[in-house]
């Protein structure tokens, strides 16, 4: 890597670290990237030739939460055993740790995801692929185990589980619930959808 | 109302009391006001939309808007949860139609969508209030909210009467998470412009599935 193109990648990181501690610490409204720049101890010019936006900067941090996330699952999943109920309220258990550890963080990414001003490299909430590939792995495998019912909508059950686990967060918002809580009501939930879908 | 003597003669007086000038031009004010704000909301979203433009909108001055309403959040506050008055009667209506529990949710869950598809930035600025650790609780238990949730209690509990679910429907739960669906599906209309009709088939699947565990037999 050429001396020019790694300063480049050591301004951005920098950048990520000083905009990610801010948003957690301030909010992300309250954030200006001119304090990004003073606390990343780089000039605004130079955050505006890496990002085009704040949101963008949002984007960016939380994407790489995310690949800290799912390298984490990545590691657990092989490991998962008992029904697949059980397996869902595993997975997401560790999405609600992960999630909660930087609740600020996450209500910013949130709250983001309802922004007029979206800039088109945004990767909003609930917009998650690699979720969404993880709990199919999961229900494929409990076709094959015996306890998920074949002719069971799979990606109907998927979309019902983004919901509400994505919807179950904001008691993290509203009633400052920790992912202990969460999870308690996501695993109820799961439970009746898990009704749902065993073979008759 | 509570009925002690004399209190039916108060009624009717302030029934009969004529408004004065002044409280008429302050209503007519108002709703100069919440008009223009309606519009503006709806073209720039609630961030975009300014105290000053919504003033020049409603021809007036930025101290008459601030007379009536105390700041942007007031104002959009005042026009949501109109909004979600109507909503909610919208959404009760489509439910009666329905036969059967799945076709009653999913009517009720299209009219919602329905009606806020020609006004999308106001839906994603009312969810992004609905996120905030103060605003949102209180929104929750907004008188219109919790209609809408009553009202998909109310459904689920005539299908348990009917003999479509079970008794052990865990109706409040179940509640819980076909409101979680419905709401989730707004982004996809709001990011992705997804049509009414692919709302709706997205809506019957994850109604299905939630149902699905507490059908009979």
Same mark, same amino acid.
């Given at each position: 890597?050429?001396?020019?193109?790694?300063?480049?990648?050591?301004?951005?990181?920098?950048?990520?670290?000083a905009?990610?501690?801010?948003?957690?610490?301030?909010?992300?409204?309250?954030?200006?990237?001119? +304090?990004?720049? %003073?606390? @990343?101890?780089v000039?605004? #010019? !130079?955050?505006?030739?890496?990002?085009? /936006?704040?949101s963008? *900067?949002?984007?960016?941090?939380?994407?790489?939460?995310?690949?800290?996330?799912?390298? +984490?699952?990545d %590691?657990? @999943?092989?490991?998962?055993r #008992? !029904?697949?109920?059980?397996?869902?309220? /595993?997975?997401?258990? *560790?999405?609600?740790?992960?999630?909660t550890?930087?609740?600020?963080?996450?209500?910013?990414?949130i709250?983001?995801?309802?922004?007029?001003?979206? #800039?088109?490299?945004?990767?909003?909430?609930?917009?998650?692929?690699?979720?969404?590939?993880?709990?199919?792995?999961?229900?494929?495998?409990?076709?094959?185990?015996?306890?998920?019912?074949?002719s069971?909508?799979l990606e #109907?059950?998927?979309?019902?589980?983004?919901?509400?686990y994505?919807?179950?967060?904001?008691?993290?918002?509203?009633e400052?619930?920790?992912?202990?809580?969460?999870?308690?009501?996501?695993d109820?939930?799961?439970?009746?959808?898990?009704?749902?879908?065993?073979?008759r | 109302?509570k009925?002690?003597?004399?209190?039916l003669?108060?009624?009717?007086?302030?029934?009969?009391?004529?408004?004065?000038?002044?409280?008429?031009?302050?209503?007519?004010?108002?709703?100069?006001?919440?008009?223009?704000a309606r519009?503006?909301?709806?073209?720039?979203?609630?961030?975009?939309?300014?105290?000053?433009?919504?003033?020049?909108?409603?021809?007036?001055?930025?101290?008459?808007?601030?007379a009536?309403?105390?700041?942007?959040?007031?104002?959009?506050?005042?026009i949501?949860?109109?909004?979600?008055?109507?909503?909610?009667?919208?959404?009760?209506?489509?439910a009666?139609?329905?036969?059967?529990?799945?076709?009653?949710?999913?009517?009720?869950?299209?009219?919602?969508?329905?009606?806020?598809k020609?006004?999308?930035?106001l839906?994603r600025?009312?969810?992004?209030?609905s996120?905030?650790?103060?605003?949102?609780?209180?929104?929750?238990?907004s008188p219109?909210v919790?209609?809408?949730?009553e009202?998909?209690?109310?459904q689920?509990?005539?299908?348990?009467?009917?003999?479509?679910?079970?008794?052990?429907?865990?109706?409040?739960l179940?509640t819980?998470?076909?409101?979680?669906?419905?709401?989730?599906?707004?982004?996809?209309?709001?990011f992705?412009?997804?049509?009414?009709?692919?709302l709706?088939?997205?809506?019957?699947?994850?109604?299905?599935?939630?149902?699905?565990?507490?059908?009979?037999?």
């Amino acid at each position: 890597m050429s001396i020019r193109k790694s300063q480049k990648e050591a301004t951005r990181q920098r950048v990520l670290d000083a905009a990610r501690d801010l948003f957690e610490t301030e909010g992300y409204e309250e954030t200006t990237v001119r +304090e990004i720049a %003073r606390r @990343a101890e780089v000039s605004v #010019g !130079s955050v505006f030739t890496t990002f085009a /936006s704040k949101s963008e *900067i949002l984007s960016q941090v939380m994407a790489d939460r995310l690949d800290g996330l799912y390298a +984490e699952l990545d %590691r657990v @999943a092989p490991n998962l055993r #008992g !029904s697949t109920a059980d397996r869902l309220r /595993s997975m997401f258990a *560790i999405h609600y740790a992960y999630e909660t550890r930087r609740t600020k963080l996450f209500l910013a990414h949130i709250a983001a995801a309802y922004d007029w001003t979206l #800039g088109p490299n945004t990767r909003p909430y609930g917009r998650n692929m690699r979720l969404r590939e993880i709990m199919r792995e999961l229900l494929k495998g409990g076709v094959e185990r015996g306890d998920v019912d074949a002719s069971v909508d799979l990606e #109907g059950v998927i979309d019902a589980l983004t919901a509400i686990y994505a919807w179950t967060y904001r008691l993290a918002a509203w009633e400052d619930a920790d992912a202990t809580q969460l999870s308690a009501v996501f695993d109820r939930q799961v439970g009746l959808i898990a009704d749902g879908f065993r073979p008759r | 109302m509570k009925h002690v003597p004399g209190s039916l003669q108060a009624d009717l007086e302030a029934e009969v009391r004529v408004p004065t000038r002044r409280a008429l031009a302050k209503q007519q004010t108002r709703l100069k006001v919440l008009a223009a704000a309606r519009k503006l909301f709806s073209e720039e979203g609630y961030e975009g939309a300014t105290i000053r433009d919504i003033a020049a909108a409603a021809g007036m001055s930025t101290g008459a808007v601030f007379a009536n309403f105390s700041d942007k959040s007031d104002l959009f506050r005042e026009i949501m949860n109109a909004d979600m008055v109507l909503l909610s009667e919208a959404m009760r209506d489509a439910a009666q139609k329905g036969r059967t529990v799945d076709d009653a949710l999913l009517r009720a869950f299209a009219a919602g969508y329905a009606f806020y598809k020609s006004q999308l930035p106001l839906a994603r600025a009312a969810f992004s209030i609905s996120w905030a650790p103060d605003q949102g609780p209180e929104l929750r238990a907004s008188p219109p909210v919790q209609a809408l949730h009553e009202l998909i209690a109310e459904q689920l509990q005539l299908g348990v009467e009917r003999g479509e679910l079970s008794q052990e429907a865990e109706i409040k739960l179940r509640t819980q998470m076909l409101w979680d669906c419905y709401l989730a599906n707004y982004p996809e209309a709001i990011f992705l412009g997804w049509s009414l009709d692919a709302l709706q088939a997205k809506a019957r699947d994850q109604i299905r599935v939630i149902l699905a565990g507490a059908r009979r037999g």
